[in-house]
């Protein structure tokens, strides 16, 4: 296993466009979770699913922001009309199950230019 | 709402010293409590775990303690060396579905 994986790596987009990244997690990792991270700050939670069920997003993910995870395997971030001030590390982590250790992505890098 | 702080933003020291970083949390009805670490531009590398009935989890140099009570961990890394600088995270989880995080201390060991 080699742990969850994130593509692209590196994402620079014109403001306006849609863009989709995708996370594949730890295989048997029922729970799947988003973060965003902004330029010297911890990464902010937006959104997870357990299986493929999603069961809390936060207030920052705007009505331009959607989150899949069909059949409960990887999980697709789309957003939509992108902002200059979207523009972030967009990091996927994965655990097996409630309480346990969490493991992230290498991140997407996003630059609405 | 949970907030996490750490202190200090900012680390340098010569290799070899021996170092405690400190992360702080407004409530104290957490779940768990965990350490990563980050390089730049990079994701986050899970260090440690304490589950709020331990006090301590150790993996090689690194010890980490959790005071749930005083709402306090430290991350103690001994005998430090270069390939250690990167940015510390903590992060505790407090109604089982997401993390909350510091901003984290940026950590420079000098040869």
């Not at chain 1, 997003?57 to 999980?75: C, I, M, N, V, Y």
């Not at chain 1, 992108?82 to 990091?91: I, K, V």
């Not at chain 2, 090689?60 to 991350?75: E, H, Q, V, Y």
């Amino acid at each position: 296993d080699t742990g969850v994986s994130q593509n692209p790596r590196h994402k620079i987009t014109k403001r306006g466009q849609n863009v989709t990244f995708r996370c594949d997690p730890i295989s048997e990792h029922n729970r799947l979770y988003w973060y965003r991270q902004t330029l010297g700050q911890g990464p902010e939670f937006l959104t997870y699913f357990q299986n493929e069920a999603q069961l809390e997003k936060s207030r920052l993910l705007s009505d331009r922001f959607s989150a899949e995870r069909p059949k409960g395997s990887f999980s697709t971030l789309e957003i939509q009309r992108t902002e200059q001030g979207d523009s972030a590390m967009y990091l996927c982590a994965s655990s097996l199950r409630i309480l346990t250790e969490a493991f992230f992505g290498q991140g997407t890098r996003l630059t609405v230019v | 709402k949970q907030e996490v702080t750490q202190i200090p933003a900012a680390l340098s020291v010569p290799e070899g010293e021996n170092l405690v970083l400190n992360c702080s949390f407004t409530d104290s009805a957490i779940y768990n409590l965990q350490w990563f670490r980050q390089d730049p531009g990079k994701g986050l590398t899970s260090l440690l775990l304490i589950q709020s009935s331990q006090r301590e989890q150790t993996s090689g140099r690194l010890n980490a303690s959790l005071d749930k009570s005083s709402g306090r961990s430290t991350l103690y890394i001994a005998a430090s060396q270069p390939g250690d600088s990167a940015t510390y995270l903590c992060a505790v989880e407090t109604s089982g579905s997401r993390l909350t995080f510091g901003e984290g201390t940026q950590l420079t060991v000098n040869p």
